[in-house]
Nanobody, 124 residues
Framework: QVQLVESGGGSVQAGGSLRLSCAAS????????MAWFRQAPGKEREGVAA????????WYADSVNGRFTISQDNAKITLYLQMNSLKPDDTAMYYC?????????????????WGQGTQVTVSS
């Protein structure tokens, strides 16, 4: 049973930084995709950043490219999202996701395993 638990959300002023963490357990595969998604009230869940465990290849949404960095620890059991230069538009619930076979790393439909989410609020 794959379990994903996010942490690190909070409230910050525009221009500030936050680091989200996602602790993964129960994954028996050595190669898999992990990603961060976010969902603001009244909007669809969108892909923010993704990483492939075997190669550390990464993908970013245009809206966060250059400001956010996705990474994994050496044991590949904790996923991180370093968020810098935060904007009010970054306000959303942030979710961690994982799966073994993914066509589009930033497409929410390609992931079957999800965490419960952590709230990020950026004030102007």
């Amino acid at each position: 049973q794959v379990q994903l638990v996010e942490s690190g959300g909070g409230s910050v002023q525009a221009g500030g930084s936050l680091r989200l963490s996602c602790a993964a357990s129960g994954y028996t595969y050595s190669n898999y995709f992990m990603a961060w998604f976010r969902q603001a009230p009244g909007k669809e869940r969108e892909g923010v950043a993704a990483i492939y465990s075997n190669s550390d290849s990464t993908w970013y949404a245009d809206s966060v490219n250059g400001r956010f960095t996705i990474s994994q620890d050496n044991a590949k059991i904790t996923l991180y999202l370093q968020m810098n230069s935060l904007k009010p538009d970054d306000t959303a619930m942030y979710y961690c996701a994982a799966d073994r076979f993914v066509g589009n790393p930033l497409d929410r439909h390609d992931y079957n395993y999800w965490g419960q989410g952590t709230q990020v609020t950026v004030s102007s």
